[in-house]
Structure formats: C-alpha cells, structure tokens
C-alpha cells in the first residue's frame, strides 16, 4: 500500500508563491510517476505537473508552464510543486498522484492513477 500526504496550501495574494509537498510512504516500485492534479469548485479535476521518480523527466499543464515547478527529493520520498506568480485562477484543491504501473509523464486519465492524496486549499486572491 502507498499513503500520501500533502501539505503547504494556504491563502496568498495574486503573484505571491506557495511550495506544495507531498510525502510518499509504503511500497517501492521499480518505475513509477508522481504528480499534481487540481480541481476548482464546479469543475472537473484538471492535471497540474508530473515528474518521473527515477530520471526527473517532467511534463506541465500549459496553464502553469513558467511558473510552476516540480521536483523531487529521493532521500525524503518527497514531490514538490513550486508555484510562482499564482493567479486567482489557481485557487483550488491540489492532488497528489503516483502512478505505480510506469514512468510516463504525460497526463492519463484520472481513473489511470493508483493513489491520491486528501488534497491541499490552495486560494489567490486578487
């Protein structure tokens, strides 16, 4: 079993930043993908950032290209998603993912990812 557990939402200004982390416990796999969903009140879960756990390759919504960024720390089983120059339009709850069937970064449909987190508020204002 694979728990995971985000952190670091919170309330910030429009163009403040925010660093999000999400701790990954349990199983190993040989291969595997983690990564960031979003999903804003009245609407579908949308995908953020996702980076490959054994050679960093990463791959990012158009909606956040240039100023999110994400990131691994191996020795602390940890995925991060640094957002820059946050927009109200980012407001939403944010989602861990691992993909444990392959490193594939590009995004898959949600039903496609073994486990999630709870989800972290994140909110910009104007």
């Known amino acids: 079993q694979v728990q995971l557990v985000e952190s670091g939402g919170g309330l910030v200004q429009s163009g403040g930043s925010l660093r999000l982390s999400c701790v990954v416990s349990g199983r190993t796999f040989p291969r595997y993908a983690m990564g960031w969903f979003r999903r804003a009140p009245g609407s579908e879960r949308e995908f953020v950032a996702s980076?490959?756990?054994?050679?960093?390759?990463?791959y990012y919504a158009d909606s956040v290209k240039g100023r999110f960024t994400i990131s691994r720390d191996n020795a602390k089983n940890t995925v991060y998603l640094q957002m820059n120059a946050l927009k109200p339009e980012d407001t939403a709850v944010y989602y861990c993912?691992?993909?444990?069937?392959?490193?594939?970064?590009?995004?898959?449909?949600?039903?496609?990812?073994?486990?999630w987190g709870q989800g972290t508020q994140v909110t910009v204002s104007s």
């Open positions: 980076i490959a756990w054994t050679d960093s390759r990463t």
């Open positions: 993912f691992a993909d444990t069937d392959s490193d594939y970064v590009r995004p898959k449909g949600t039903s496609e990812y073994d486990y």
